[in-house]
């Protein structure tokens, strides 16, 4: 069982930046690969960044890359994403979600998801 718990969002002007944090418990976190997805105002949720267990692989959603990382720390169970140049299109509630399968992450189907934290952008 994995439990996750993101912060770190808040209000911010276009062009600024915010680092979202994404707290796990369950001892096989650090074994995962995590993911971040985000849902905005009348719209699907969509996948916007990704991280292997061990960070050897990470991936971005075109309109994220360049501008957003993925990172994590074992030791803290925790995955980081940092969010600079933000845009007002990139006002959503973001979600960190993982599963032991991280094909399922890829294909936006993880089992475990956290509450969200929103990020509003302001223009």
């Known amino acids: 069982q994995v439990q996750l718990v993101e912060s770190g969002g808040g209000l911010v002007q276009a062009g600024g930046s915010l680092r979202l944090s994404c707290a796990a418990s369950?001892?096989?976190?650090?074994?995962?690969?995590v993911g971040w997805f985000r849902q905005g105002p009348g719209k699907e949720r969509e996948f916007v960044a990704g991280?292997?267990?061990?960070?050897?692989?990470?991936y971005f959603a075109d309109s994220v890359k360049g501008r957003f990382t993925i990172s994590r720390d074992n030791a803290k169970n925790t995955v980081y994403l940092q969010m600079n140049s933000l845009k007002p299109e990139d006002t959503a509630v973001y979600y960190c979600?993982?599963?032991?399968?991280?094909?399922?992450?890829?294909?936006?189907?993880?089992?475990?998801w956290g509450q969200g934290t929103q990020v509003t952008v302001s223009s």
């Open positions: 991280i292997t267990w061990n960070s050897g692989g990470t």
């Open positions: 979600a993982t599963d032991s399968d991280p094909s399922l992450v890829r294909r936006n189907l993880p089992k475990y």
């Open positions: 369950g001892r096989f976190f650090r074994s995962y690969t």
